[in-house]
């Protein structure tokens, strides 16, 4: 009997490899994402910080020269913006994300749909070989009665 070739053996192969690429940006876009949080959190923290620095610079019986007021306000935009821009990038990773997850979802489905495939065709194969050993062992059998 013949050995068990699954016709679209080099499909599944090509398939296993989109999965594991599309697998591997999606968890470099999961990562970037995490960073991009962490890095709104360092913005966040700055401003937390700069306000404080600030309340106490300007807390009663304090003089407050206007550059300083100046000098704060534009520290408080520039972060402001900052904190925008992060947020915007956080939105478009996400974004991104769930574009990459969308993907390595139909490749997955389209991966495990061919390996049930396989599956199938070898428990056909598996059928057909034991049809045939319980033919050559019935063809034996019927040899051995007939020379009795």
Request: glycine share 4%.
């Amino acid at each position: 009997m013949k050995k068990f070739k699954f016709q679209l053996e080099t499909l599944l192969k090509v398939t296993r490899r989109k999965k594991d690429d599309a697998e591997l940006k999606f968890a470099e876009v999961s990562r970037r994402l995490e960073d991009c949080r962490a890095q709104l959190q360092v913005f966040l923290r700055e401003l937390q910080e700069g306000q404080a620095e600030y309340a106490e610079m300007t807390g009663e019986g304090k003089t407050v020269t206007v550059g300083v007021i100046t000098t704060y306000n534009d520290f408080f935009n520039w972060k402001r913006a900052q904190i925008e821009q992060q947020q915007q990038l956080i939105l478009k990773t996400m974004q991104e994300k769930q574009q990459k997850l969308k993907i390595l979802m139909e490749l997955m489905t389209y991966l495990k749909s061919i390996e049930q495939l396989k599956e199938k065709r070898f428990r056909e194969y598996n059928e057909e070989l034991l049809f045939e050993e319980q033919k050559m062992l019935d063809e034996i059998g019927l040899q051995l009665h007939m020379r009795r």
